[in-house]
């Protein structure tokens, strides 16, 4: 019996780890163009900064709002000297405003400080600066450095659920993040957590998704599931 339970999960790691290749392909095929949505214009602090920002906010409002707030504070020395009143007020159409104007300040303040102004390339101090966590670590070590990572966020969570990599309806960042990053190779993991996105908003949506015309379906096991009731 025990046998056959691990036959059965290699089979099964197998058939993930190919569904993860023909994905990874079928979203190239979909978005030629790998492209962050945050209009963070090649600078690794403004990418940090406004990932911060987007958290419960729409990429497209923090692109309006950063025009304003890089205009007045246009590098992590700036904004580490800046008057948090002022940043307040900038970043308050973002949402959770006083949180997120204190953490960008003390982040910026550190890198200043302990990193001579340059966003670090380690986890572990990535994840030492305030308001980061591994979702935006992995944003900055995939965007700026080349290193990958599985960028959870709630459309990569939601599509790779209902494509069948795990349980779908699963909210777990962590949890995702250590699934994909089995089956997505390292190299591809940055392109193809900003593809995920774009599919989760033009077709996987979380209401209504279209499934009857996803060019995703025949990897998709809650398509196959209807398709053979």
């Given at each position: 019996m025990k046998k056959t339970d691990n036959r059965k999960n290699?089979?099964?790691e197998l058939r993930l780890a190919e569904k993860g290749?023909?994905?990874?392909?079928?979203?190239k095929e979909i978005y030629p163009e790998s492209v962050c949505a945050l209009e963070y214009e090649s600078d690794p602090w403004r990418l940090l900064v406004m990932a911060r920002l987007s958290?419960?906010?729409t990429d497209a409002r923090v692109n309006i709002v950063c025009r304003e707030l890089f205009a007045k504070f246009p590098?992590?020395?700036?904004?580490?000297?800046g008057d948090?009143?002022?940043?307040?007020?900038?970043?308050?159409?973002c949402g959770l405003f006083?949180?997120?104007?204190?953490?960008?300040?003390?982040?910026?303040?550190?890198?200043?400080?302990?990193y001579g102004g340059v966003i670090p390339d380690?986890?572990?101090?990535?994840?030492s600066l305030p308001g980061v966590g591994r979702k935006i670590a992995n944003l900055v070590l995939g965007d700026v450095y080349g290193k990958g990572g599985i960028v959870a966020d709630t459309h990569c969570m939601r599509i790779c659920g209902r494509l069948g990599f795990y349980e779908e309806g699963k909210k777990d960042p962590l949890f995702t993040e250590r699934v994909m990053e089995q089956y997505i190779e390292r190299a591809e993991q940055s392109g193809f957590c900003h593809r995920i996105v774009n599919f989760g908003r033009d077709v996987c949506r979380a209401a209504n998704p279209s499934c009857g015309d996803c060019p995703?379906?025949?990897?998709?096991?809650?398509?196959?599931k209807t398709d053979n009731k």
């Open positions: 290699k089979k099964e290749r023909l994905l990874t392909e079928r979203m958290a419960q906010c590098d992590a020395e700036a904004m580490a000297a948090i009143a002022e940043i307040e007020e900038i970043v308050k159409p006083r949180g997120k104007a204190a953490s960008i300040k003390a982040a910026s303040e550190i890198i200043v400080r302990d380690d986890m572990d101090a990535l994840l995703a379906r025949d990897l998709c096991d809650r398509a196959n």
